[in-house]
């Protein structure tokens, strides 16, 4: 099993640019999360699908767009990049989401100039 | 929502000594807490966790305790080696909203 894999590994984008984070897990994990990482700051829970074709806000949602087609996928979308969004993402997943570990892919490094 | 805080935010020890950290939580619907392990440039990883159930669990060197009533929950790792050197992070999953909330991290320095 690959576990969670996430696509790209790096990317800079300029202001105003868009583009798509890609999570997919072969694990048949219900949950799936997004979360950035900045320093000094943890780990905050951007957008989160509890399963196929749904999502929900988590704590700092806004600028982001997530969609969940498939089981096995879930899309991070930035639709006008600021330098405010430049961090590392990180996806998870879990089996289910009341207190199951979450499993981590390896993150995403963007940079917005 | 939930609101974890973790201290301290960085911590050097002596190889050999013991390591402490500690989270404080804020909504006691939380009922799982993980901690994880993160090195330089990599995901974090699940160390060792604890149900809302129970008030300690070890796993070898590494052990973790709860305290419901105080809302807080503890790291211990003792006879420490150089490659516990890494950031550790708290988690408290929140029920009510399907969420997990995290500690800003610790930085954990081991001196051989």
């Known amino acids: 099993n690959a576990g969670v894999t996430q696509t790209p590994k790096f990317r800079v984008l300029k202001t105003g640019q868009s583009m798509t984070l890609l999570c997919a897990q072969d694990?048949?994990?219900?949950?799936m999360y997004w979360y950035r990482q900045d320093p000094g700051m943890g780990l905050r829970l951007i957008h989160y699908s509890v399963g196929e074709g749904t999502t929900a806000k988590g704590e700092v949602p806004d600028g982001y767009n997530v969609s969940r087609l498939k089981k096995q996928n879930f899309l991070l979308g930035l639709e006008s990049a600021a330098p405010s969004q430049t961090s590392v993402y990180f996806c998870?997943?879990?089996?289910w989401g009341t207190g199951e570990e979450q499993y981590f892919g390896p993150g995403t490094r963007l940079t917005v100039t | 929502g939930e609101n974890v805080e973790q201290h301290p935010s960085t911590l050097s020890v002596q190889e050999g000594d013991s390591a402490v950290i500690k989270c404080t939580y804020s909504d006691s619907a939380s009922n799982y807490f993980p901690w994880y392990k993160q090195e330089l440039g990599k995901r974090p990883q699940l160390i060792i966790d604890?149900?809302?159930?129970?008030g300690e669990k070890k796993d070898q060197r590494i052990a973790v305790t709860l305290n419901k009533t105080a809302k807080h929950f503890s790291l211990h790792i003792t006879e420490t080696q150089p490659e516990d050197s890494a950031v550790y992070f708290c988690?408290?999953?929140?029920?009510?909203?399907?969420?997990?909330?995290f500690g800003t991290g610790t930085s954990l320095t081991v001196i051989p």
């Open positions: 998870a997943s879990s089996y």
């Open positions: 988690a408290a999953y929140y029920r009510t909203g399907n969420q997990f909330y």
């Open positions: 694990m048949n994990h219900e949950y």
């Open positions: 604890i149900r809302s159930n129970v």
